[in-house]
Every structure is written in C-alpha cells, then in structure tokens.
C-alpha cells in the first residue's frame, strides 16, 4: 500500500480553534500576508481559503459579521458579488482556470466551518478531480499559499476596475 501525507490536514483538523471569528479578525488586521487577504474593497475583502479545495481557493468575505444573506444591505449584496467577479478575473488572469465553482454554505448544517457569511469562489480544470481524493483521501495542490498569495496579489494590480465599493 502506497501511502500520502498531507500533514497540513492535521493544523485543521487538531488545531486549536481561534475564541473569536477569524473573518472579523481578518477584516480588522492590518498584516494582510500574513491573514491571506488578497484584496480589500469599502465593504470586504478577498482571502485565500488556509485549507484550500483547490490551489487559488479564494473566499468574498463582507467586514460586517452577519450569518445570513437577508442581513446584508443592499451595497454590502453588491460589494460582495463584485469582489466575486474580481476574485474570478484575477485568477483568470493568474492561473487560466477552466472553470468556477462558486457557492455560499449558510448555517453549520450546511457545511459552514464559521458563522460568518462569505463566498467560495474555487478556480478549476478539467482533471483536477482525480483519484486521490476519491481513493487516497487526499487533495494534492500543486502551489505552497505563500506562492499562490503572491502571484494573485500581483494579478489584482493589474486587473481594471477593481471593486471600490
């Protein structure tokens, strides 16, 4: 039997869990290498996801701490479609994915690790759902974040007409 270590699972999985929201945290930081964001606007930001589904796994996140999309406002419901559109041209622009999934999970049932809305906006390409996860367990992304951070925070300069809003 072949064996896969993916010891970074293990950070998630037996980490120790932050007492507040990382979104909010995230959102008031000011080291933003450091908390993966990528981009902010007047409304929220854009952070690479820590435990990617794909490499590029970026995520919408509104400053505000709501947990439903009924408590946005009507510039925070466009704030944050516009950072999705962002998200998508920049890794357009820095990655050519073939495709998007795009997508909100509301409430812990439904798969939300955190009680903060925000939006997934994972790059994809043909065949990058192989075997391993299926059979090994495991997803293999082919960049280190560090990597990944630079090349889209470079890519989000050179996009035109970044969200403001």
């Known amino acids: 039997m072949n064996h896969l270590w993916a010891p970074w699972r293990l950070a998630y999985i037996a980490g120790p869990r932050a007492d507040g ?3 909010c945290e995230a959102g008031r930081g000011t080291d ?13 930001y ?7 589904y794909n490499s590029g796994h970026l995520m919408a996140v509104p400053y505000r701490h709501v947990t439903r999309l009924d408590a946005l406002v009507a510039g ?8 999705v ?3 998508v041209r920049a890794l357009e622009h820095a990655a050519s994915p073939q495709g998007f999934n795009i997508g909100i999970n509301v409430g812990i049932a439904a798969g939300a690790g955190f009680e903060h809305l925000h939006m997934h906006v994972v790059p994809r390409w043909i065949g990058d759902t ?3 996860p299926v059979l090994g367990d495991v997803k293999v992304l082919p960049d280190h974040l560090d990597q990944t951070y630079d090349r ?7 996009i035109p007409n970044p969200p403001r809003v």
């Open 152 to 158: 889209l925070a470079a890519a989000m300069t050179e």
């Open 21 to 23: 929201c990382i979104f």
């Open 76 to 83: 925070e419901v466009e704030g944050l479609m516009r950072l």
């Open 46 to 52: 854009l952070i690479l996801n820590r435990f990617p």
């Open 32 to 44: 933003d290498r450091a908390a993966r964001v990528v981009y902010r606007s007047a409304s929220g």
């Open 130 to 132: 192989n075997y391993m």
């Open 85 to 87: 559109d962002f998200a």
